[in-house]
């Protein structure tokens, strides 16, 4: 199964789209996987409509979009536990770690924005992931997003950037 994991999108405060290489890479993904601040309905509209399926959450500046703070889905034998991450940098790691656990065991995977800092690392025993900003909002340098090829319990992350 093919997973696209996106976040960070800021449409349309700060960007107006998502590239054309990441909206294919969305398209032809089994599965996206947004870690939240769409921005506005209609940015979540458009992923919807391009995503076959959609786990999304909200971010910190996404209050009237209606989704939630904490989603976990279970896809290809792993399982995502996604939250925004928000707060200040400085503790983003210990907060994302905090909510898988409190969502699922210690094997399953964190997916977080926020920082909008392309990230696959470990922490405290747990795999963290944040695919950046999706159009390369500030304070990113570039658009970034990060697919997965999950199988079996197995999980191979590819990061991409413009």
């Not at 904490?70 to 503790?91: I, Y």
């Amino acid at each position: 199964m093919d997973v696209a994991l996106i976040s960070d999108s800021h449409i349309p405060s700060r960007e107006h789209e998502i590239p054309p290489s990441f909206r294919e890479r969305i398209e032809v993904a089994d599965h996206v996987i947004h870690a939240g601040d769409f921005d506005s309905k209609g940015a979540l509209a458009d992923i919807r409509h391009m995503a076959t399926g959609l786990t999304a959450v909200s971010g910190n500046i996404d209050p009237q979009i209606g989704l939630p703070d904490r989603a976990t889905v279970e896809l290809g034998g792993v399982t995502f536990v996604v939250t925004h991450g928000t707060g200040s940098p400085r503790g983003w790691a210990d907060r994302v770690a905090r909510a898988v656990r409190e969502a699922a065991d210690s094997s399953a995977v964190g997916v977080a924005g926020h920082t909008h800092e392309l990230t696959d690392t470990v922490y405290e025993g747990v795999r963290l992931l944040n695919p950046g900003s999706v159009t390369g909002a500030s304070p990113a340098s570039r658009p970034t997003m990060l697919t997965a090829a999950v199988e079996d319990g197995t999980l191979d992350v590819a990061k991409h950037e413009l």
